[in-house]
């Protein structure tokens, strides 16, 4: 069985940094492309970054775009996204996915796994 965990989220000061992490179990996740997602009360959930699966494609929402930064350790089954300078507006759930295709997508439906999320709350 599929399994992704996220951990890492908190409530933090603006200006601050988090680094999420997303644990993956249950098949071999070599090939996969990553993304992180996130979801804000009374939003629709968007996308944020994402990472091909060899690591050498990287693609960020233009609001996170300079602070975030995605990567994923193989050996590990695991993605991380760091983020600095943490604003109010970044307050959300943040998800991660896993797509088979191998690439990255700015969609939900181009991913086939996801976890169940973590909270990130940013404090003026």
């Known amino acids: 069985q599929v399994q992704l965990v996220e951990s890492g989220g908190a409530s933090v000061q603006a200006g601050d940094s988090l680094r999420l992490s997303c644990t993956a179990s249950g098949r071999t996740f070599s090939g996969f492309g990553w993304g992180w997602f996130r979801q804000s009360p009374g939003k629709e959930r968007e996308f944020a970054a994402g990472?091909?699966?060899?690591?050498?494609?990287?693609r960020y929402a233009e609001s996170v775009k300079g602070r975030f930064t995605i990567s994923r350790d193989r050996a590990k089954n695991t993605v991380y996204l760091r983020m600095s300078n943490l604003k109010p507006e970044d307050t959300a759930v943040y998800f991660c996915?896993?797509?088979?295709?191998?690439?990255?997508?700015?969609?939900?439906?181009?991913?086939?796994?996801w976890g169940q999320g973590t909270q990130v709350t940013v404090s003026s």
């Open positions: 996915a896993a797509s088979e295709g191998g690439y990255y997508s700015a969609l939900d439906s181009g991913y086939n796994y």
């Open positions: 990472i091909r699966w060899s690591g050498d494609s990287t």
